[in-house]
């Protein structure tokens, strides 16, 4: 069941109202056996993944905590009979046992992720390199199965709960079935947001109380993200899919539009989404992480990142970054090139290298192709061109006496992160690395022939389509901008009740009538003149 | 006061259901089509038929042989009888049925003619824009929702017939002024459901011969719903005429007819194909028909509703409403 | 205090570090200006600052990176 579909909004009025008929200390249950209806309707077989990862994290972090309890019991009866030196190597031998267990967490579940994402990647590759290498054609057959419904997201999220249990960021859930509940969690369970256990956990398993604002606001914001959704990305899907399908034909200005037209798509389409399942978490009273702020506003690469599926970035950041940039051996490296007197090498490479690791990861994450891997690169040598650029930047805008907060540099920089990031995504709607550089390539060609009226007729963009998918685009801009001052939401709401009805009323008519969905009215099949 | 306030706020919350009803309505109906050209007119008569409901004691019920071959203004100017034709084009079996069903709810009719043209079809037949036309003009009732869930092909939804804005709201782009103009009412555009069609196409030749394969059955769901329907009408003490609308085309098969006369027998009711009567109507199908013997046209019509008229007359118990001051008012703004 | 002022300073020389507190938060530091100022405290204290150190809560602030190097110095 998609998050942007009729059963889905039954199934969450439903949900709703048997949330808030129960009593309260009960209410997570109602959240629970929702989350698990919801994902059993993915697939039941589906349902081992998730167990797997629940109670394998369970588990490990039961072991980690007990560990760290004996310790605690250990030092506390010894008391002063134990030196600081002998304290320190216990500790340390707890904490490598805990390590222990942690890893044997981290080894099977990604494992698992690993395993259902990359081995029939793999065994393309095996067997394309056993066909060219060696002229062997009995090729390693496939194996069948889809990934499950939100693997990526829930094993993230899990694992990073098991890695702040090591860290004894908080003590662990022991009720079981909260626990799977906040595995499972049904709004952010198909993509994200990746929340961290102590942003959510206390407003999942208390219950809320009744609160029609509440409600009223959750809808205006799943309304939103359907409006990002159903009126703007999936109304240019098509056309940017046939124009990267065709690209020989179309080129130069053509590649250009669709460019953009992808950019905007992915946007509605993903932060539309995620708009959707806050909206729907609001409703029951808990609060989600952001995954989006604007990220097109962005003035550098870097900050985009931060702007951009921001859970995920953090994610990254706080469990692959930082414990490589603090790894013992890195740190070693970096002592090394500045005792060498190579003292900048020597700064960069705690954040660089673990950097580098980052986006590889990153890349992966996207896709099991390696055109991601290729993507995640060429963001990694933008953020560092763009790190190691900025003394010079700021140098040329100083000469040329411009000011960094000055509007017209601010959207200089926000146009160039803006395209940069968008040629990029060149690589994820094309089929391989050599396409989607062909379709760069043809970004500089062609331009003498550009017909709007080819867009129209040829490129499943009609003209009415594209006019409907513009105005709706500056809407979602315009929206973004005054979001800048705060909460679009909190301003409607301080606006006159008639007024506000307006709003509501124009939105849920434009999701209505100017989404892009069902199968299209053709009049002429209506005509009984065919009987 | 503490009630005043409460029964205050009770009557808002009222008032702004009411109202967010009434907006979700209008531009449901603004965005469903209209139907008002002549070739897809036949979209129009499911609705038409409530407000005329009280005033019909006859029902025609099928495809579009139907609303194109029987004029009930012909039959209410020679016989006093006042008859509705409750068809679509590709009207299938189980929806004539739902048709019925919702047409005695709303007004117990003296004579149900359920026409067969229809039973030659296989079970999975699914035309969609037919089934959007019969069953979006009901009124919301359970038949609605069985005639939806009967009629539906694979890719179709029920809530699609429940919010029929979620099927037609790509029609933004053939917006017109008519789409709010008749919103909320239109006058009835079809003479109780009869669509007149003036073209003449002739056929080839006169002769009836049958292209259907001489074991040709009946398939089960057409059957279920052929004898639902007789034993709705049974049921409800309507008589019921089975028959089929005249016509030359060779679609069809002496096997159905065989086969139609036996449950019709088991019943005790009459199927008549008017296919073998064409030389008593006094059918011509160089002039009578549109397309070449297909359908009847306005010229058809009349001779058919004619001969129609005298075979009830003479078989069933149907009132002569002349002088009925209802019926008089009815018709005379006809 | 005096002297990781100085590290901050030399990452980020414009911030008033006596009363900003929300160095994370309002992304006045990003994660490579933590990595550095990271790096700086160890060579500085002699401390160890693991993963585990990394919340945003420790480095939100001029005192609270202060309480972190005390709390470090003291195991």
Known sequence: ?531 | ?334 | MDRIIEILKAVHPEVDYETETGLIDKRIFDSFDVVTIVGELMDEFDIEITAEHMIPENFNSAEAIAELVRTLEEE
């Open chain 1, 1 to 531: 069941m998609s998050l942007i579909s009729i059963d889905f909004a039954l199934f969450v009025c439903l949900a709703l109202l048997i949330y808030f008929a129960v009593p309260k200390k009960f209410r997570w249950i109602v959240l629970l056996v929702a989350s698990y209806a919801f994902y059993a309707q993915s697939g039941t077989e589906n349902l081992i993944y998730i167990a797997v990862t629940t109670v394998s994290a369970y588990i490990c972090a039961f072991l980690i905590e007990k560990k760290k309890e004996g310790m605690d019991a250990y030092l506390h009866d010894k008391g002063a009979d134990i030196s600081k030196e002998e304290k320190k190597a216990y500790k340390a031998g707890v904490k490598k046992r805990q390590k222990l267990i942690l890893i044997a967490g981290l080894l099977l579940n990604f494992g698992i992720l690993a395993y259902l994402k990359y081995a029939n990647i793999t065994i393309a590759y095996i067997n394309l390199f056993r066909l060219t290498h060696y002229g062997r054609t009995d090729f390693i057959p496939f194996r069948d199965f889809l990934l499950p419904l939100g693997i990526s997201f829930y094993t993230f999220q899990t694992m990073g709960y098991l890695i702040d249990i090591y860290y004894g960021k908080y003590g662990r859930e022991r009720n079981f079935f909260k626990f799977a509940l906040y595995v499972s969690f049904f709004p952010q369970v198909v993509q994200g947001p990746i929340s961290r256990f102590g942003q959510i956990a206390s407003q999942l398993y208390e219950g809320a109380d009744f609160d029609f604002a509440r409600l009223k606001s959750g809808f205006y914001r799943i309304m939103w993200g359907l409006f990002k959704k159903l009126v703007i990305a999936d109304r240019l899907a098509g056309f940017v899919s046939e124009t990267m399908a065709q690209k020989d034909a179309y080129r130069g200005f053509y590649i250009v539009i669709a460019i953009f037209a992808y950019s905007m798509q992915i946007y509605g389409d993903f932060s539309g989404g995620i708009d959707v399942a806050l909206g729907v978490a609001e409703m029951f009273g808990i609060k989600l992480p952001e995954n989006f702020e604007r990220p097109f506003f962005s003035k550098s690469i870097s900050e985009y990142w931060q702007r951009w599926h921001i859970t995920l970035g953090t994610w990254f950041k706080d469990y692959i970054f930082y414990p490589l940039s603090l790894n013992k051996g890195i740190i070693k490296l970096g002592r090394i090139a500045r005792e060498q007197k190579m003292t900048a090498l020597g700064k960069r490479i705690p954040i660089y290298v673990p950097m580098l690791f980052v986006w590889t990861l990153t890349g992966m994450w996207h896709g099991s192709e390696s055109r991601y891997v290729v993507w995640g690169l060429f963001n990694f040598v933008f953020i560092v061109l763009g790190t190691e650029l900025e003394p010079l930047s700021k140098k040329i805008t100083a000469k040329l006496t411009l000011v960094e907060s000055d509007f017209v540099m601010r959207a200089y920089r926000a146009g160039k992160t803006f395209w940069l990031m968008s040629f990029l995504r060149l690589f994820d709607i094309n089929r391989d690395v050599k396409d989607a550089f062909t379709a760069f390539s043809y970004v500089f060609q062609g331009w003498g022939h550009f017909d709007i009226n080819r867009i129209f007729e040829n490129l499943s963009l009609p003209m009415e389509e594209m006019i409907v998918a513009a105005i709706a685009i500056v809407i979602m801009f315009i929206v973004d901008l005054i979001q800048r001052r705060g909460s679009v939401r909190a301003k409607i709401f301080a606006l006159p009740v008639p007024v506000q009805w307006c709003f509501l009323s124009l939105l849920v008519l434009a999701v209505s009538v100017f989404g892009y969905y069902g199968p299209g009215f053709d009049a002429a099949s209506f005509i009984y003149g065919a009987f």
């Open chain 2, 1 to 334: 006061m503490k009630l005043k306030k409460l029964i205050k706020n009770i009557i808002t919350v009222l008032l702004k259901i009411i109202l967010i009803v009434f907006l979700a309505v209008t531009l449901t109906r603004i965005m469903m089509p209209k139907y008002l050209d002549e070739e897809s007119k036949d979209g129009r008569i499911t609705q038409e038929y409530y407000p005329a409901s009280s005033v019909s004691d006859v029902l025609f019920v099928g495809s579009s042989v139907v609303f194109s071959g029987i004029d009930p203004k012909v039959l209410w100017e020679r016989d006093g009888i006042s008859a509705f034709v409750r068809a679509n084009a590709s009207q299938t079996m189980w929806i004539s049925y739902y048709m019925t069903e919702d047409a005695i709810k709303c007004h117990k009719p003296e004579l149900v003619c359920l026409d067969m043209t229809f039973i030659k079809y296989d079970d999975d037949f699914v035309e969609e824009p037919s089934t959007r036309k019969s069953v979006d003009g009901m009124r919301l009732s359970s038949s609605k929702i069985e005639c939806a869930l009967a009629s539906m092909g694979e890719d179709e939804r029920l809530v699609e017939y429940l919010i029929p804005i979620l099927r037609f709201h790509s029609r933004w782009k053939e917006f017109t002024w008519d789409d709010i103009r008749y919103a909320w009412y239109l006058s009835p555009v079809t003479m109780n459901g009869y669509i007149a069609d003036y073209e003449v196409g002739p056929a080839e030749t006169e002769d009836l011969t049958y292209a259907g394969s001489p074991d040709q059955k009946i398939s089960p769901k057409n059957e279920e719903y052929l004898r639902k329907t007789i034993e709705l009408c049974a049921d409800n003490g309507v008589q019921l005429l089975l028959f089929k609308t005249p016509s030359l085309s060779s679609n069809w098969s002496d096997a159905l007819d065989v086969q139609i006369s036996a449950i019709a027998d088991e019943y005790g009711i009459t199927y008549i194909n008017f296919d073998r009567y064409g030389r008593d109507i006094g059918l011509n199908f160089k002039e009578d028909t549109p397309d070449m013997g297909s359908h009847l046209n306005h010229t058809g019509a009349e001779k058919f509703s004619e001969y129609l008229g005298d075979y009830i007359n003479a078989n069933y118990e149907v009132s002569d409403r002349r002088d009925a001051k209802k019926y008089d008012r009815y018709w005379s703004k006809k």
